[in-house]
Nanobody, 125 residues
Framework: EVQLVESGGGLVQAGGSLRLSCAAP????????IGWFRQAPGKDREGVSC????????DYADSVKGRFTISTNNAKNTVYLQMNSLKPEDTAVYYC??????????????????WGQGTQVTVSS
């Protein structure tokens, strides 16, 4: 059974930074696409960033481009989301996800098979 465990969320002031981690024991991250998603209260879950394992290509939602960075440490089987210049509108529960193949990349939720439990990020103004 694949388990993804996020950590690193919390409360931060606008303009601050957080780094989210997603541990993925028991799977080879190189075999899958990796994504970060978020869901704010009353809104649909949306894609924030994804990474194609085949060539490392990374995509970002327009709302986070230039501020967020997705990365992986395959030796530690861990995925990261570095979030800088945070805004109140970034407040949401953040989820990591794994799915597809090593040639996949997508910001659509239906492309992913395995999900973490989520970690809360709250940005105060």
């Amino acid at each position: 059974e694949v388990q993804l465990v996020e950590s690193g969320g919390g409360l931060v002031q606008a303009g601050g930074s957080l780094r989210l981690s997603c541990a993925a024991p028991g799977i080879r991250l190189d075999d899958y696409a990796i994504g970060w998603f978020r869901q704010a209260p009353g809104k649909d879950r949306e894609g924030v960033s994804c990474r194609r394992s085949y060539d490392g290509r990374r995509d970002y939602a327009d709302s986070v481009k230039g501020r967020f960075t997705i990365s992986t440490n395959n030796a530690k089987n861990t995925v990261y989301l570095q979030m800088n210049s945070l805004k109140p509108e970034d407040t949401a529960v953040y989820y990591c996800a794994v799915g597809g193949t090593r040639w996949s990349r997508s910001l659509n939720t239906f492309e992913y098979n395995y999900w973490g439990q989520g970690t809360q990020v709250t940005v105060s103004s």
